[in-house]
Protein backbone atom coordinates (compact mmCIF):
# COMPACT_ATOMS: atom_id res chain seq x y z
CA UNK A 1 0.00 0.00 0.00
CA UNK A 2 1.94 3.02 -1.28
CA UNK A 3 0.18 5.46 0.94
CA UNK A 4 -0.30 3.88 4.08
CA UNK A 5 -1.10 5.81 6.90
CA UNK A 6 2.06 6.98 8.64
CA UNK A 7 0.22 7.75 11.79
CA UNK A 8 -0.82 4.35 12.20
CA UNK A 9 2.33 2.98 11.47
CA UNK A 10 4.84 3.61 13.49
CA UNK A 11 1.92 2.58 16.61
CA UNK A 12 1.96 -0.82 14.72
CA UNK A 13 5.09 -1.53 14.01
CA UNK A 14 5.42 -1.05 18.27
CA UNK A 15 2.45 -3.11 18.72
CA UNK A 16 4.74 -6.34 20.02
CA UNK A 17 4.84 -4.62 23.45
CA UNK A 18 0.93 -4.51 23.54
CA UNK A 19 1.17 -0.69 24.76
CA UNK A 20 -1.00 0.17 21.55
CA UNK A 21 -3.68 -2.74 21.54
CA UNK A 22 -6.48 -0.50 22.94
CA UNK A 23 -5.40 1.98 20.91
CA UNK A 24 -5.13 -0.45 17.35
CA UNK A 25 -8.88 -1.42 18.36
CA UNK A 26 -10.47 2.19 18.23
CA UNK A 27 -8.86 3.11 14.45
CA UNK A 28 -9.98 1.86 11.24
CA UNK A 29 -12.38 -0.43 12.66
CA UNK A 30 -15.77 0.61 11.24
CA UNK A 31 -14.24 3.09 8.82
CA UNK A 32 -13.36 1.35 5.80
CA UNK A 33 -14.49 3.46 2.85
CA UNK A 34 -15.72 1.20 0.20
CA UNK A 35 -16.15 2.91 -3.38
CA UNK A 36 -19.33 0.61 -4.29
CA UNK A 37 -20.99 -2.49 -2.82
CA UNK A 38 -21.37 -4.13 -5.93
CA UNK A 39 -19.89 -7.94 -6.64
CA UNK A 40 -19.25 -9.24 -9.62
CA UNK A 41 -17.98 -12.97 -10.87
CA UNK A 42 -14.86 -12.48 -12.20
CA UNK A 43 -12.06 -9.99 -13.80
CA UNK A 44 -10.02 -13.21 -15.30
CA UNK A 45 -10.57 -11.80 -18.67
CA UNK A 46 -9.37 -8.45 -17.82
CA UNK A 47 -6.12 -9.49 -17.22
CA UNK A 48 -3.05 -9.23 -20.08
CA UNK A 49 -1.23 -11.80 -17.83
CA UNK A 50 0.32 -15.24 -19.63
CA UNK A 51 0.50 -17.51 -16.65
CA UNK A 52 1.15 -21.63 -17.68
CA UNK A 53 -2.10 -23.75 -18.02
CA UNK A 54 -2.99 -26.20 -15.40
CA UNK A 55 -3.05 -24.86 -11.96
CA UNK A 56 -3.90 -27.54 -9.54
CA UNK A 57 -4.17 -27.55 -5.79
CA UNK A 58 -1.18 -29.30 -4.04
CA UNK A 59 -0.42 -30.91 -1.15
CA UNK A 60 2.53 -29.50 0.39
CA UNK A 61 0.68 -29.02 3.74
CA UNK A 62 4.27 -30.11 5.42
CA UNK A 63 6.00 -27.16 4.28
CA UNK A 64 4.05 -24.63 6.11
CA UNK A 65 3.03 -26.76 8.89
CA UNK A 66 4.73 -24.23 11.22
CA UNK A 67 2.57 -21.67 9.79
CA UNK A 68 -0.22 -23.35 10.07
CA UNK A 69 0.57 -24.26 13.99
CA UNK A 70 1.15 -21.01 14.59
CA UNK A 71 -2.29 -20.14 12.74
CA UNK A 72 -4.56 -22.71 14.79
CA UNK A 73 -2.92 -21.44 18.50
CA UNK A 74 -3.83 -17.61 17.39
CA UNK A 75 -7.08 -18.66 16.13
CA UNK A 76 -7.44 -20.62 19.58
CA UNK A 77 -6.76 -17.28 21.24
CA UNK A 78 -8.85 -15.00 20.18
CA UNK A 79 -12.25 -17.47 19.77
CA UNK A 80 -11.52 -18.33 23.20
CA UNK A 81 -11.71 -14.28 24.62
CA UNK A 82 -14.39 -13.25 22.30
CA UNK A 83 -15.23 -10.01 20.10
CA UNK A 84 -15.64 -8.05 23.25
CA UNK A 85 -12.17 -8.68 24.43
CA UNK A 86 -8.46 -8.12 23.11
CA UNK A 87 -6.65 -10.48 25.52
CA UNK A 88 -6.36 -13.07 23.19
CA UNK A 89 -4.68 -10.92 20.66
CA UNK A 90 -2.67 -8.90 23.28
CA UNK A 91 -0.98 -12.84 24.60
CA UNK A 92 -0.45 -13.68 20.88
CA UNK A 93 1.26 -10.76 20.29
CA UNK A 94 3.11 -11.00 23.31
CA UNK A 95 3.80 -14.56 22.97
CA UNK A 96 5.16 -13.63 19.73
CA UNK A 97 2.63 -16.43 18.34
CA UNK A 98 1.82 -15.97 14.86
CA UNK A 99 4.69 -13.04 14.09
CA UNK A 100 5.47 -12.30 10.91
CA UNK A 101 9.49 -11.87 11.46
CA UNK A 102 11.54 -10.42 8.68
CA UNK A 103 8.90 -8.17 7.11
CA UNK A 104 9.29 -4.94 5.89
CA UNK A 105 7.69 -1.30 7.56
CA UNK A 106 4.64 -2.01 5.22
CA UNK A 107 4.11 -5.27 5.57
CA UNK A 108 4.25 -5.69 8.58
CA UNK A 109 1.37 -3.10 9.15
CA UNK A 110 -0.88 -4.84 7.46
CA UNK A 111 0.05 -7.96 9.32
CA UNK A 112 -0.67 -6.08 12.93
CA UNK A 113 -4.17 -4.88 10.94
CA UNK A 114 -4.98 -8.49 10.05
CA UNK A 115 -4.62 -9.76 13.28
CA UNK A 116 -6.69 -6.78 14.88
CA UNK A 117 -9.32 -7.25 12.35
CA UNK A 118 -9.94 -10.98 12.66
CA UNK A 119 -10.02 -10.39 16.43
CA UNK A 120 -12.14 -7.55 16.47
CA UNK A 121 -14.52 -9.70 13.87
CA UNK A 122 -15.85 -6.46 11.90
CA UNK A 123 -18.31 -6.91 9.10
CA UNK A 124 -18.94 -10.55 9.31
CA UNK A 125 -22.53 -12.07 8.81
CA UNK A 126 -21.01 -15.59 10.09
CA UNK A 127 -19.68 -16.75 14.01
CA UNK A 128 -16.02 -16.33 15.12
CA UNK A 129 -15.79 -19.96 16.02
CA UNK A 130 -12.98 -22.27 14.92
CA UNK A 131 -14.64 -23.13 12.01
CA UNK A 132 -14.54 -19.60 10.09
CA UNK A 133 -10.91 -20.48 9.35
CA UNK A 134 -8.91 -22.09 6.90
CA UNK A 135 -6.27 -22.20 4.25
CA UNK A 136 -5.68 -23.62 0.57
CA UNK A 137 -2.95 -24.67 -1.02
CA UNK A 138 -2.65 -23.45 -4.87
CA UNK A 139 0.33 -22.87 -7.43
CA UNK A 140 -0.37 -19.35 -8.05
CA UNK A 141 2.75 -18.98 -10.76
CA UNK A 142 2.46 -21.88 -12.22
CA UNK A 143 5.76 -22.78 -10.84
CA UNK A 144 5.02 -26.09 -9.56
CA UNK A 145 5.07 -24.87 -5.80
CA UNK A 146 1.52 -24.41 -4.07
CA UNK A 147 1.24 -21.07 -2.17
CA UNK A 148 -0.32 -21.23 1.28
CA UNK A 149 -3.81 -18.52 1.16
CA UNK A 150 -5.22 -18.41 4.29
CA UNK A 151 -8.71 -17.69 4.74
CA UNK A 152 -12.06 -17.20 6.20
CA UNK A 153 -15.10 -19.37 5.47
CA UNK A 154 -17.04 -16.85 3.03
CA UNK A 155 -13.36 -16.73 0.95
CA UNK A 156 -11.56 -13.54 2.53
CA UNK A 157 -7.95 -13.85 2.02
CA UNK A 158 -6.09 -12.76 5.16
CA UNK A 159 -2.60 -13.65 3.89
CA UNK A 160 -0.37 -15.33 1.01
CA UNK A 161 2.68 -17.23 1.46
CA UNK A 162 5.04 -18.38 -0.71
CA UNK A 163 8.24 -21.09 -0.26
CA UNK A 164 11.58 -19.80 -1.00
CA UNK A 165 14.39 -22.12 -0.57
CA UNK A 166 11.67 -24.50 1.09
CA UNK A 167 10.88 -21.83 4.01
CA UNK A 168 7.46 -19.77 4.27
CA UNK A 169 7.55 -16.18 3.37
CA UNK A 170 4.73 -13.80 3.68
CA UNK A 171 3.94 -12.39 0.72
CA UNK A 172 1.08 -9.79 2.21
CA UNK A 173 -1.34 -9.55 4.51
CA UNK A 174 -5.14 -8.34 3.90
CA UNK A 175 -7.51 -6.51 6.13
CA UNK A 176 -10.14 -4.61 4.78
CA UNK A 177 -8.42 -1.09 3.95
CA UNK A 178 -6.28 -3.77 2.07
CA UNK A 179 -8.32 -6.46 0.68
CA UNK A 180 -7.85 -8.63 -1.90
CA UNK A 181 -9.16 -11.46 -4.15
CA UNK A 182 -7.59 -13.95 -6.13
CA UNK A 183 -8.66 -14.52 -9.58
CA UNK A 184 -8.78 -17.33 -12.11
CA UNK A 185 -5.89 -16.60 -13.70
CA UNK A 186 -3.35 -16.77 -10.02
CA UNK A 187 -3.60 -12.90 -10.45
CA UNK A 188 -3.99 -10.87 -6.72
CA UNK A 189 -6.30 -7.87 -6.87
CA UNK A 190 -6.25 -5.78 -4.65
CA UNK A 191 -8.03 -2.60 -3.27
CA UNK A 192 -6.24 -0.27 -0.88
CA UNK A 193 -8.27 2.74 1.07
CA UNK A 194 -6.48 5.46 3.03
CA UNK A 195 -9.31 7.93 2.90
CA UNK A 196 -11.78 9.21 0.22
CA UNK A 197 -8.87 10.80 -1.44
CA UNK A 198 -6.01 8.19 -0.92
CA UNK A 199 -6.45 4.86 -2.86
CA UNK A 200 -5.59 2.41 -5.03
CA UNK A 201 -6.25 -0.56 -6.98
CA UNK A 202 -3.28 -2.63 -7.75
CA UNK A 203 -3.03 -6.27 -10.39
CA UNK A 204 -0.56 -8.47 -9.00
CA UNK A 205 1.75 -11.47 -10.07
CA UNK A 206 3.71 -13.84 -7.77
CA UNK A 207 7.26 -13.77 -8.76
CA UNK A 208 8.21 -17.36 -10.32
CA UNK A 209 11.02 -17.57 -7.43
CA UNK A 210 8.34 -16.86 -4.93
CA UNK A 211 10.11 -14.11 -3.30
CA UNK A 212 7.59 -11.33 -4.26
CA UNK A 213 4.77 -9.67 -5.68
CA UNK A 214 5.21 -8.18 -9.05
CA UNK A 215 3.05 -5.42 -9.97
CA UNK A 216 1.24 -4.95 -13.43
CA UNK A 217 -0.89 -2.38 -13.05
CA UNK A 218 -2.30 0.42 -10.56
CA UNK A 219 -4.39 2.97 -10.69
CA UNK A 220 -5.47 5.54 -8.04
CA UNK A 221 -5.90 8.93 -6.82
CA UNK A 222 -3.43 10.69 -4.20
CA UNK A 223 -4.71 13.95 -2.72
CA UNK A 224 -7.05 15.86 -4.39
CA UNK A 225 -7.35 15.32 -8.23
CA UNK A 226 -4.12 13.80 -8.43
CA UNK A 227 -5.29 10.83 -10.14
CA UNK A 228 -2.49 8.12 -11.78
CA UNK A 229 -2.00 4.98 -13.70
CA UNK A 230 1.12 2.65 -13.34
CA UNK A 231 1.53 0.04 -16.40
CA UNK A 232 4.89 -1.80 -16.45
CA UNK A 233 6.34 0.46 -13.72
CA UNK A 234 5.87 3.39 -16.37
CA UNK A 235 3.74 6.08 -13.83
CA UNK A 236 1.58 8.72 -15.01
CA UNK A 237 -1.31 11.43 -14.21
CA UNK A 238 -4.64 10.85 -15.78
CA UNK A 239 -7.98 12.57 -16.37
CA UNK A 240 -10.76 11.14 -13.82
CA UNK A 241 -12.75 9.64 -16.86
CA UNK A 242 -9.36 7.62 -17.78
CA UNK A 243 -10.00 6.34 -13.98
CA UNK A 244 -13.61 5.17 -14.91
CA UNK A 245 -11.88 3.56 -17.62
CA UNK A 246 -9.87 1.48 -15.41
CA UNK A 247 -12.89 0.91 -13.57
CA UNK A 248 -14.59 -0.45 -16.08
CA UNK A 249 -11.89 -3.17 -16.70
CA UNK A 250 -11.50 -3.75 -13.30
CA UNK A 251 -14.96 -3.03 -11.42
CA UNK A 252 -14.48 -1.46 -7.44
CA UNK A 253 -13.24 -4.68 -5.06
CA UNK A 254 -16.24 -4.45 -2.27
CA UNK A 255 -15.76 -7.26 0.44
CA UNK A 256 -18.49 -9.08 -1.31
CA UNK A 257 -17.11 -8.89 -4.74
CA UNK A 258 -13.38 -10.23 -3.34
CA UNK A 259 -15.21 -13.00 -1.88
CA UNK A 260 -17.32 -14.04 -4.83
CA UNK A 261 -13.91 -13.38 -7.33
CA UNK A 262 -11.69 -15.63 -5.12
CA UNK A 263 -14.99 -18.12 -4.33
CA UNK A 264 -14.71 -18.57 -8.50
CA UNK A 265 -10.67 -18.85 -9.03
CA UNK A 266 -10.74 -22.52 -8.13
CA UNK A 267 -9.08 -22.18 -4.74
CA UNK A 268 -10.61 -24.93 -2.54
CA UNK A 269 -11.14 -23.90 1.49
CA UNK A 270 -9.44 -26.33 3.63
CA UNK A 271 -10.97 -25.90 7.46
CA UNK A 272 -8.27 -25.08 9.88
CA UNK A 273 -9.52 -27.21 12.44
CA UNK A 274 -10.37 -30.85 10.84
Known amino acids: MRFANN ?23 GSVVD ?26 TEDYSSILGEY ?3 VNLIVNTGSESDEGLS ?61 LEDYTVLAIYSLVDNKPQLLD ?3 PRHKCAITETGTLYTSSSGGATYWNNCIWQVSQDGKSLILIEEFGLEGHENWYIIVDGERKAVSSSEIA ?20 SGLEFIPLFS
Not at 245 to 264: C, G, H, R
Request: with cysteine; glycine share 4%.
Open 72 to 74: REY
Open 173 to 175: AYW
Open 35 to 60: MDSQSFPSISSSTSISLPEGFVSLDR
Open 245 to 264: EMQEKYPVLSAEAATEITKN
Open 91 to 151: NAISNKVFSAPYVDGDLAYHWYCMLIETNVWSYRAFPKSQAAFGYALYDLNGNGTPELILL
Open 7 to 29: IFKGTLLSVVSAIAITYLLSCNT
